[in-house]
C-alpha cells in the first residue's frame, strides 16, 4: 500500500521556522519526484518545491517556486523514505495545508496537481502575524 505522511504543521509567529516531514512507503522512492504543495481555501493548490531523491553520492534535482526561494529548502533522506522541507523565516501568507505528493519519473520543474500520482493528507501551518 502506497503511503505518504505529511507531519510538522503547526502554529508559528510571524519570522519562525517549521521543518515538515513526508514519510514515504509503498513505492520505490528513488524512482519518483516528490513535490510540496500548499492550498488555501478556495484558491488552487500550488507547487512550492520538489526533489528527485536520490541514492548516495548522486546530485539531487530540486525546484522552487517563487514563494518558496531564499526561505525553504527540501531534502531527502533515502534510507528513510522521507522528504523534508525547511521552511525559515515564515510569513502569514504562508498560512495553507501542505501536501506532499509524488509522480514516477517525474521533472521537478513540471508537476502539476493533476498529474501527480499518490497524496499525503496534508498538515496544516498557520503563521501569525
Known amino acids: 500500500e502506497v503511503q505518504l505522511q505529511a507531519s510538522g504543521g503547526g502554529l508559528v509567529q510571524t519570522g519562525g521556522s517549521l521543518r515538515l516531514s513526508c514519510a514515504t512507503s509503498?513505492?520505490?522512492?528513488?524512482?519518483?519526484?516528490i513535490g510540496w504543495f500548499r492550498q488555501v481555501p478556495g484558491k488552487e493548490r500550488e507547487h512550492i518545491s520538489c526533489i528527485y531523491p536520490s541514492e548516495g553520492d548522486s546530485e539531487v534535482e530540486t525546484w522552487y517556486g517563487d514563494s518558496a526561494k531564499d526561505r525553504f529548502r527540501i531534502s531527502s533522506d533515502f534510507a528513510k523514505s522521507t522528504v523534508y522541507l525547511q521552511m525559515d523565516s515564515l510569513k502569514p501568507a504562508d498560512t495553507a495545508k501542505y501536501y506532499c505528493?509524488?509522480?514516477?519519473?517525474?521533472?521537478?520543474?513540471?508537476?502539476?496537481?493533476?498529474?501527480?500520482?499518490?497524496w499525503g493528507k496534508g498538515t496544516l501551518v498557520t503563521v501569525s502575524s
Open positions: 509503498g513505492f520505490n522512492f528513488g524512482h519518483y519526484a
Open positions: 505528493a509524488a509522480v514516477r519519473g517525474g521533472v521537478c520543474r513540471l508537476l502539476h496537481p493533476l498529474g501527480m500520482d499518490y
